[in-house]
């Protein structure tokens, strides 16, 4: 079958190939024939070193299709259902799972290490223990949860990461409050639906920060308030909460200086969310006066920060009522040929989300 395969990680472009085949398959794992994925900025931090992720590796985590094959002791799960992948399952067992913190479950990271794919060579491992690059991908069957009819492949394939995240660190981990003051810094997919959430929250003035034009324009049809370059940020912050700070900062960017100009942007008291995957050797400076002077709330926000189950259930409801708009985060839709082309178009900032169609 085809996939797309980074053979060493720092690689900028992606190999799509006809000679890899899915692997694993077996009791308790379901077999998925790949309909549509989003390529997440998270796919970039795995290719170029950011994130840890062996290679050569498929990647790809945002996806959604259907299921060809279904293992022993399976019941939940049938050939022809329609599904999403996610990439973070929860075993329901663990300490986490157990005091209601499913998104910190690490069952789903025990299964990173173990390859997905085979080709000629040798063994090809699947993103974040998935890699949606792909026209099939066998997985556990806690990773494919299944989705309503009316429910298309593309917006199911969004709901299996970016807006879950931007959404649910809104309203699961921010808890923002009506009435209140938020900044988004960055503004791709992630942070957009950082901004919808926000809105739906009730947030009175919601401020965009993104280096790119288009970037900040989108913002402003999703619910944004204001939409600012980087460099204006401090006069927007002086504009809308009189130098103050606002009540909710969102770095949405996955870089200290990024962090720490969110942390200088809260007001004393207020909420700074995490939302950014960064790497681990990129270090956020705070100095102990502050910390205890200032009162902020620093959250980092992991997949939303909530049970990741009723996150998507929340979101298609809300899709479904036109509360959120998910289709208009698509920016642009290619094959999987063009999948180098998307990379590009990521990497300079002019697409929000694109649709592979697989």
């Avoid at 992720?53 to 279904?70: D, K």
């Avoid at 309203?171 to 942070?191: D, K, L, Q, R, Y």
Wanted: charged share 20%; aromatic share 6%.
């Amino acid at each position: 079958m085809r996939a797309a395969v980074l053979h060493e990680i720092g690689q900028d472009k992606l190999d799509v190939l006809d000679d890899v085949e899915a692997v694993g398959f077996g009791p308790g794992k379901v077999r998925i024939r790949v309909r549509a994925t989003g390529l997440c900025h998270s796919d970039l931090s795995a290719m170029n070193g950011v994130l840890p992720q062996p290679a050569p590796f498929v990647p790809g985590h945002e996806g959604a299709g259907e299921i060809l094959e279904v293992g022993d002791g399976v019941t939940h799960l049938k050939v022809g259902d329609r599904v999403v992948v996610c990439w973070l399952p929860a075993c329901g067992a663990c300490p986490a799972c157990k005091r209601g913190q499913s998104e910190l479950c690490l069952s789903g990271f025990m299964n990173a290490g173990t390859p997905n794919f085979r080709r000629p060579g040798g063994d090809v491992f699947g993103m974040a223990g998935t890699g949606t690059f792909t026209e099939e991908v066998v997985v556990d069957a806690g990773c494919a949860v299944p989705i309503p009819d009316d429910v298309p492949f593309d917006i199911a394939a969004l709901i299996g990461c970016g807006v879950t995240t931007g959404l649910g660190a809104a309203i699961n981990t921010a808890g923002v409050e009506a009435g209140s003051s938020v900044a988004v810094i960055g503004c791709g997919g992630v942070g957009i639906s950082a901004i919808q959430g926000a809105r739906l929250q009730g947030a009175a003035e919601i401020v965009a920060v993104d280096p790119v034009v288009s970037r900040r324009e989108s913002a402003l049809k999703f619910g944004a308030t204001k939409a600012v370059s980087p460099d204006e940020l401090a006069d927007a912050k002086q504009q809308v909460t009189g130098g103050e700070g606002f009540d909710y900062v969102f770095e949405v960017v996955g870089r200290s200086a990024t962090a720490r100009t969110a942390y200088d942007t809260t007001r004393r008291g207020g909420t700074m969310v995490v939302v950014g995957a960064g790497a681990m050797d990129d270090n956020l400076q705070l100095n102990m006066f502050e910390l205890f002077f200032d009162e902020k709330r620093i959250l980092p926000s992991m997949y939303g920060g909530g049970d990741v189950l009723r996150s998507y259930e929340r979101t298609i409801a809300l899709w479904r009522a036109g509360r959120v708009d998910l289709e208009n985060l698509i920016t642009h839709r290619v094959p999987l040929s063009g999948i180098n082309e998307a990379l590009d178009q990521m990497r300079t900032g002019t697409a929000l989300r694109t649709c592979i169609e697989i």
